[in-house]
Structures are given as C-alpha cells and as structure tokens.
C-alpha cells in the first residue's frame, strides 16, 4: 500500500538552527500539508500546498517556516531558526485531490526536539 | 472559526466493553468528517470519513461513527472494545469549499483493559 515517508524520524537540534525536514508523498497525490503536535496537544495545520505554491497557512506558520517541492518528490519543511516552542511531532500528509473530495494520508512523523 | 470539541480527554475501559467518543464541531456550512487513530509510536490513520449520503458510516475495524446535523455531532461508536483498540482518537473536520485543511479536535486518549 502506498504511504507517507518522513524523514528524519528524529531530530536534536539547539536553538537557533536551521532544521529541514523532508517528506514523501504518495506519488500520485497533488496536495500536500505539514501539521504538527506539540505533546500532548491537538494536531495543528501548518501548511497546504498545491500547484507548487502555498495554498493555506495557519497563524503558527510564520516568516520562519518555509516549504519547498525541490523535485518531483520530495516535500519539505524548513525552520529558519528554531525555537524551543518548535519542539514538536511534524506530520506530513498528502490527498489525492482537494479535501472537499478525499481524505489525508499521513506519515509517521519527525520529532523535533530544540533543546 | 471552525473548532472540534472532543470531550473525553481519557476514557478507560475494559475488553467487551462498548465505547462512543463524543465529538462536536463548529462551523455554519457542509463539512466533511473523519475520525483518526493514532496507535502508540505509530502515524495518524484514518478510521473512517463522512462526506455525505447515510449518516451512519462503518469504517475499520468495527468502528462506526453517526453524523448527525442537528446537533453538529459526529460520535464515534464501537460495541465491543479490544485491547488492541488502546490509542489516542481525533476527531477532525473540513469545510466542503473554502478552507483545504483539517480542524483537529484535541484527542481522546482510549485505553483498554485486557
């Protein structure tokens, strides 16, 4: 069965530093999201992206994230330089088609741990 | 601006025993809805999704769920529970135009008692 495949599956890093975290949607898939989980905290939207531009972002997704299809496929989500408050599951996703249509697949996520 | 409420934060309970999970959303239009468990360690998996037709949707695993628009409720139901069945449950909805995203509910730790 196709999946989601993030990597990497963990990450430490100090504060201060660039963190890329990298995704593979399914290959037939057009959209693509990042959302993260703080622990112990609902799943919060980050980002959608489609047609190689964001189409959707949330408050948290601010001037030091960023989103890059660098080819034809690989997703990833960059932190410029990373806060505490960042420490997080990040979960990628991708949809066939919009969500009014299908639903999200996910992958197993990247914990992000910003000491 | 859309929100999903879950109310029961931890549920605890024994095999055999049968669950709903309460979950209300938010929101003026038409929306779809999903249910995702999420096993210990593991990625968010989709348990069953709402877009429209019979409310009453049967999804994996002997889960259903009832949607039900009066009340903009949307309970997930399963007569008989397993241990296996010990994870963390989101409810989560999307506006059927407009917002492209999902709304998660805050989650609704399960856990079973062998």
């Known amino acids: 069965e196709p999946e989601v495949t993030q990597t990497p599956s963990h990450q430490v890093t100090q504060m201060g530093q660039e963190v890329i975290l990298r995704c593979v949607p399914i290959?037939?898939?057009?959209?693509f999201y990042w959302y993260r989980q703080i622990l112990g905290q609902k799943v919060e939207f980050l980002v959608s992206?489609?047609?190689?531009?964001?189409?959707?972002k949330s408050e948290i997704f601010d001037d030091q994230f960023s989103v890059e299809r660098p080819d034809g496929s690989n997703f990833t989500l960059k932190i410029r330089s990373t806060k505490l408050e960042d420490s997080a599951m990040y979960f990628c996703?991708?949809?066939?088609?919009?969500?009014?249509?299908?639903?999200?697949?996910f992958g197993e996520g990247s914990r992000l741990t910003v000491l | 601006a859309q929100s999903v409420s879950q109310h029961n934060h931890h549920v605890i309970l024994s095999e055999a025993a049968s669950l709903e999970l309460g979950c209300n959303y938010s929101?003026?239009?038409?929306?779809?809805l999903f249910w995702y468990v999420q096993y210990p360690g593991q990625h968010l998996q989709l348990l069953l999704k709402y877009f429209s037709g019979d409310p009453l949707v049967k999804g994996i695993k002997g889960f259903e769920a009832e949607f039900i628009k009066s009340k903009f409720s949307f309970n997930l139901r399963k007569p008989s529970v397993q241990w296996s069945d010990t994870a963390e449950y989101f409810c989560?909805?999307?506006?059927?135009?407009?917002?492209?995203?999902?709304?998660f509910g805050t989650g609704t730790r399960l856990t079973v008692i062998p």
């Open positions: 290959s037939n898939h057009l959209y």
């Open positions: 992206f489609y047609n190689n531009e964001i189409s959707e």
């Open positions: 996703a991708s949809s066939e088609a919009g969500l009014a249509l299908r639903e999200l697949f």
């Open positions: 929101y003026g239009g038409t929306v779809n």
């Open positions: 989560a909805v999307t506006p059927r135009t407009g917002a492209n995203n999902l709304f």
